[in-house]
């Protein structure tokens, strides 16, 4: 059972335009999230993260935002632009025990078109 | 500061066969952790070293292990390579808090490939 779950494959938006990306997650104990950014033949490359006492966390053009009680995690880029056509993948660990072992989503592959 | 490097960046190898993958961690970071990435399951932890012990385990089978060396090198050991083993491995290393999570910075990959 997948316990954090981007529903949407894929998402295509145009240069300048916001790009929304979700995330759910099932367990009510993860508490730290993160986005990871992968390009073709790179590995994956940290965005930003925000922990469960936090709702929202911006850097530059990149917001997550968290709402706890839906379960739900979601990374605004503004203005997208061409170069942030790459795959995204939300996740997310659980502190308790100490271990933080992240669970990932199976990611989103965002185009942006000029 | 040079990146995270995995050897070697692609590997066939047919069924039943053993493989041995390598992790050179960023220079200072103690902790290395291995994922496997396949389009079915997507981005899956395997498991951490720090300090030359495994710290944090996912969940894989014992065919699945690795080690850590003292200069923090890392290898990755799949045994009895089956078909669903064929994916991209990923490693990627960390200055070591208790949070693996955090600051982790991850290698180009090795694409297995069992046939």
């Known amino acids: 059972d997948q316990q954090v779950k981007q529903n949407s494959p894929s998402l295509s938006v145009q240069e300048g335009r916001i790009s929304i990306l979700n995330c759910d997650y099932t367990?009510?104990?993860?508490?730290?999230f993160l986005w990871y950014k992968k390009y073709p033949a790179e590995g994956p490359t940290f965005l930003i993260s925000i922990s469960s006492i936090k709702d929202k966390n911006e850097d530059g053009r990149f917001t997550v935002f968290l709402n706890k009680s839906a379960k739900h995690l979601s990374l605004h880029i503004v203005p997208s632009q061409p170069g942030d056509s790459a795959v995204y993948f939300c996740a997310a660990s659980a502190s308790s025990g100490g271990s933080y072992i992240p669970t990932f989503g199976r990611g989103t592959s965002l185009i942006v078109h000029p | 500061k040079a990146g995270v490097t995995q050897t070697p960046r692609y590997l066939i190898k047919t069924r039943g066969q053993q493989v041995t993958l390598s992790c050179s961690p960023i220079s200072g970071h103690r902790s290395v952790s291995w994922y496997q990435q396949t389009p079915g399951q997507g981005l899956q932890f395997l498991f951490e070293y720090f300090s030359e012990t495994q710290r944090n385990k996912g969940n894989f089978p014992g065919r699945f292990s690795g080690r850590q060396f003292s200069n923090s090198r890392s290898e990755m050991n799949v045994s009895t390579l089956e078909l669903g083993d064929s994916a991209l491995y990923l490693c990627a290393s960390s200055l070591g808090g208790t949070n693996i999570f955090h600051e982790q910075y991850f290698g180009p990959g090795t694409r297995l490939t069992v046939t």
């Open positions: 367990n009510s104990m993860f508490d730290y």
